[in-house]
């Protein structure tokens, strides 16, 4: 079996009108990250900017009309890097993972290849009822990507990727992303890497072999968790819900990210091998700092 997903390409923070400013200048500005990409609105119904976190990036966007957590930020889509859409749609199929038609953006349509980029959302991993989106009439501009966020993938959602190279050439732009990195010496964190994302799981076997089946055949590191070869690993813990819980950062020094995050009155827990960033600081985000 050749494998389907490379590695973690972004992840995706969902945040409504009212916090969007305040928690893209927390990113931005409080931890000083550097920026992917500047906020934009090119597709109207989809407002997005992007903040680099070591070897990935956070898209922090606004659509759709429902949050699952309104007033509070949610760490809502894990994109993966792929085999490319041709080629994945067949193993999708061959593996008996259910998906939705690619969506190509910035035109809203499915089954098209996109200007920018293409998308192909899975169902299962976290919850998502795809039969909402099957039998739904709302197929226009704008009203796809309500039914999405707000219906078929309330929880969240795990999505292939794949960039048109005219638009984005992503070995370049890692390599940017790595150099502003380090440029800025990690914010004011000193942010290494995101080494992990915590995905929460109500039923933990089904959702293993779930994730199991779509990552095959990169095995599991330990039970639930997988690494790639770069990027964030993703681990499986239980959970009340079906959703991304948590990141885990790896830091330069634990001892100048916690005199940081207490000069602004950001810490909250604290053990000798980990921080957490007080969640009530980052508008209901949950970042784990490690060296």
Known sequence: MQPLIRRVDHIMIRVNDAI???????????????????IHN??????????????????IFRSGEQPLYPGQAQLYGIALESVPIVEALAELARRDIPHLPPYAIPQGNLCNPGEFYTLIYVGELLGGDL?????SEQMKLGAIDNLIFDQVFRNG????????????????????NKAQMQAAHGGSTGLVDVRELIVGA?????????????????????????RFESGPALRLVPHERDEIVAMTWQVASL??????LQSKGMSDKKTANQITIAPEALCGLEIR???
């Open 202 to 226: 109500t039923d933990l076997a089904k959702t293993r072999e779930q994730w199991q089946r779509l990552l095959a055949p990169l095995a599991p590191y330990s039970e639930g968790e997988w």
């Open 157 to 176: 959602t795990v999505f292939l990727c794949e960039y048109n190279p005219t638009f984005w050439q992503i070995p370049q732009q890692r390599e940017k």
């Open 131 to 135: 039969a909402r989106f099957f039998h």
């Open 42 to 59: 090119f597709y109207p119904p989809f407002k997005a900017g992007g903040i680099v976190a070591g070897s990935i990036t956070m898209e």
């Open 20 to 38: 969007y400013d305040q928690v893209f200048a927390l990113f931005a500005d409080t931890l000083q990250l550097p920026l992917a990409w500047d």
């Open 255 to 260: 001892e100048r990210a916690h005199a940081f």
């Open 289 to 291: 700092l490690v060296e």
